[in-house]
């Protein structure tokens, strides 16, 4: 089921919401748009809602997300994915509340756990940064401070939201460096960040992340420079954090395998907006946007030869400065001028194709299914 989904729950969790929080999202019928500006959904722990950020340039203005509206429910794992660019990791910075600096213009709305957080006091983000969400940086040395040591940082990340002795928290912090596979790190403990590897550096901004339990967990790319093995203890540690506490995940990666195996549900975005959105299964299984079949056909697969693989999409990500018109993704699509034109002048709107499953593509259902039966399906 998806994310957006108002009306279904999750097993063996109950979310209470207080009376001025977020009421459930308003559905329309199969085929009508789904309004980017609906209202957050009453079971969701984070409901994102037409979500724009710009930042002011010499050449421009950058637009890096361009009115993104998603949920995640508690326990649930949403996987977003698109190429280099599409906007990932400044939408996750502007959940965290970290895009505060004069040339970044934020607005929609952040709904966490029934608290709006665009509009909120700095401060009152802050405290909920480290101890409701948290977020496993793509670069681990944007989040250490070079001072100090890395034992240090998590002694003092637990302790702004626990009242422990530093001798507790310290034991705290070598027991998360030791889940995140860090060897010997009572030892280690004491190191500076330089003095770790590129690897070990994202361990311990791994530990440091997860140090709160946090209810809300953004993981951008958390497992980039870390080979297979320690990839797979990072991912069973992460959803041992959820199983544990409910927590609800976002889980942004280039690796479509690792999104195949730990995502519930799946954004695609695409210059800076969802492009298509549904539960992992639907999305993997019968993708919709012709976005989403060529990035599709470039996840690498052993049981086929080249020859019968989809096409990966062509061409490079469009600026976010001059944004083609219409459909963002017209210039690349080779399905462009089956859609009477529309595609380079309408914005397509994202509409349901199936229960929880929206696609913003202008061609035509029967023409859609024509291709995705003829051409998608036998190759995917
Ligand atoms: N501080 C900034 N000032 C200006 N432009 C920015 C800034 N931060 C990000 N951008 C631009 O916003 C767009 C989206 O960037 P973002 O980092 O979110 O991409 P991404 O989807 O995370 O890509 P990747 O997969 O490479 O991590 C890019 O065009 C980037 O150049
Ligand atoms: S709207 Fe047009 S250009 Fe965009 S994905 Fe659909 S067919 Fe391709
Ligand atoms: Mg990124």
Not at 297 to 303: E, H, I, K, T, V
Request: glycine share 8%; charged share 25%.
């Amino acid at each position: 089921m998806s994310s957006d989904d108002g009306n279904s729950s999750t097993p063996g969790v109950s979310v209470a919401k207080e009376a001025a929080g977020p009421v459930p999202e308003q559905r329309g019928a199969v085929g009508e748009p789904v309004a980017a500006a609906a209202p957050a959904a009453a079971d969701a722990y984070l409901s994102v809602r037409d979500l724009r950020i710009q930042f002011h340039t010499d050449d421009g203005i950058v637009k890096s997300v361009d009115g993104l509206s998603f949920d995640v429910r508690r326990g649930r794992t949403l996987g977003i994915v698109g190429e280099s660019g599409s906007g990932k990791s400044v939408t996750s910075l502007g959940i965290m509340g970290l895009h505060r600096g004069a040339r970044a213009k934020v607005s929609g709305e952040v709904w966490l756990d029934g608290e709006e957080l665009i509009g909120a006091d700095p401060d009152k983000v802050r405290r909920l940064r480290g101890s409701k969400m948290a977020m496993i940086f793509q670069d681990p040395l944007s989040a250490m401070h070079p001072y100090y040591t890395v034992g240090s940082q998590i002694v003092e990340a637990y302790r702004v939201h626990h009242k422990v002795s530093r001798r507790e928290a310290a034991e705290r912090a070598i027991e998360m460096l030791d889940r995140v596979g860090i060897p010997e790190p009572r030892k280690r403990f004491r190191d500076y960040p330089h003095q770790f590897s590129g690897g070990m550096r994202q361990r311990a901004m791994i530990a440091m992340s997860l140090v709160n339990n946090p209810e809300l967990l953004i993981a951008d790319e958390p497992t980039t420079a870390l080979d297979v093995t320690v990839q797979a203890q990072i991912l069973d540690l992460i959803r041992d954090l959820q199983q544990e506490f409910g927590s609800a995940v976002i889980m942004i990666t280039h690796d479509l395998g690792v999104v195949a195996e730990v995502a519930d549900d799946l954004l695609v975005m695409y210059a800076g907006r969802a492009i298509e959105r549904g539960t992992a299964e639907k999305v993997f299984t019968q993708p919709q946007h012709p976005y989403t079949w060529g990035l599709l056909g470039s996840m690498p697969r052993l049981d086929r030869e080249r020859s019968e693989r989809l096409n990966p999409v062509k061409g490079t990500p469009p600026s976010l400065i001059n944004v083609p018109s219409g459909c963002a993704f017209h210039p690349r699509c080779p399905y462009a001028a089956l859609t009477g034109g529309s595609s380079d002048s309408v914005v397509p709107e994202l509409r349901e194709v199936a229960p929880g499953h929206v696609v913003a593509c202008h061609l035509a259902e029967d023409e859609r299914t024509r291709i995705w039966t003829e051409e998608i399906e036998p190759k995917l």
